[in-house]
């Protein structure tokens, strides 16, 4: 399973004891702000599974983040497959998840700059998507900050959230691979 490394993080996959962090960053109001509810620990753990479980499957996903010195865990950012159907799917995204005191550190931008980069130059693919509900203007930042590309044609009504959900309009960015 991969590891990958910047100058200040490390991607990894996931330990038993980021559980009881993950369920705390799950269950704050402030970072599912653009989420449509608040993980309950069992639904915390749910997600643990899952993304540990893809990470053990395909030797790369949303991996754990650590911030050596710092922190033990600080969330997650990596790439993973939308489980949904929408018009640019099947694909890959880039995404992360920050606790709250790790915001504003530029952690997320540079955790994801490392997930393109293996995207692109170990998994070989051609393009990697991100996608937000339309008022999360925070990850829309680090979406173009890391060079995605936003084209208001392709924003979506996001298909598991109801018809009226006020996060039910997403955006959605692209970034192609470089021509070598």
Same mark, same amino acid.
Request: charged share 25%; with cysteine.
């Given at each position: 399973?991969? =590891?990958?490394?910047?100058?200040?993080?490390?991607? #990894?996959?996931?330990?038993?004891? *980021?559980?009881?962090?993950?369920?705390?960053? %799950?269950? *704050?109001?402030?970072?599912?702000?653009?989420?449509?509810?608040?993980?309950?620990?069992?639904?915390?753990?749910?997600?643990?599974? #899952?993304?540990?479980?893809?990470?053990?499957?395909?030797?790369?996903?949303?991996?754990?983040?650590?911030?050596?010195?710092?922190?033990?865990?600080?969330?997650?950012?990596?790439?993973?497959?939308?489980?949904? =159907?929408?018009?640019?799917?099947?694909?890959? +995204?880039?995404?992360?998840?920050?606790?709250?005191?790790?915001?504003?550190?530029?952690?997320?931008?540079?955790?994801?700059?490392?997930?393109?980069?293996?995207?692109? %130059?170990?998994?070989?693919?051609?393009?990697?998507?991100?996608?937000?509900?339309?008022? %999360? =203007?925070?990850?829309?930042?680090?979406?173009?900050?890391?060079?995605?590309?936003? %084209?208001? +044609?392709?924003?979506?009504?996001?298909?598991?959230?109801?018809?009226?959900?006020?996060?039910?309009?997403?955006?959605?960015?692209?970034?192609?691979?470089?021509?070598?």
């Amino acid at each position: 399973m991969k =590891t990958l490394q910047t100058e200040r993080l490390i991607l #990894r996959p996931w330990k038993e004891e *980021d559980k009881v962090p993950f369920a705390a960053m %799950n269950s *704050d109001p402030e970072v599912m702000e653009h989420f449509p509810a608040l993980l309950t620990k069992e639904q915390s753990d749910q997600l643990y599974s #899952r993304l540990s479980s893809f990470i053990q499957q395909n030797g790369w996903g949303l991996w754990a983040v650590e911030v050596p010195g710092v922190a033990d865990f600080i969330g997650f950012i990596g790439l993973f497959r939308p489980a949904f =159907t929408s018009h640019f799917t099947p694909c890959v +995204e880039v995404g992360w998840r920050l606790a709250r005191p790790f915001w504003g550190k530029g952690y997320a931008t540079e955790g994801a700059l490392k997930a393109l980069d293996f995207g692109f %130059n170990e998994l070989k693919l051609d393009e990697i998507v991100s996608f937000t509900a339309c008022c %999360n =203007t925070r990850s829309q930042a680090v979406m173009q900050k890391i060079g995605m590309q936003h %084209n208001p +044609e392709d924003d979506f009504d996001h298909p598991l959230l109801a018809e009226g959900h006020p996060l039910r309009r997403h955006v959605l960015y692209r970034c192609k691979r470089a021509d070598e």
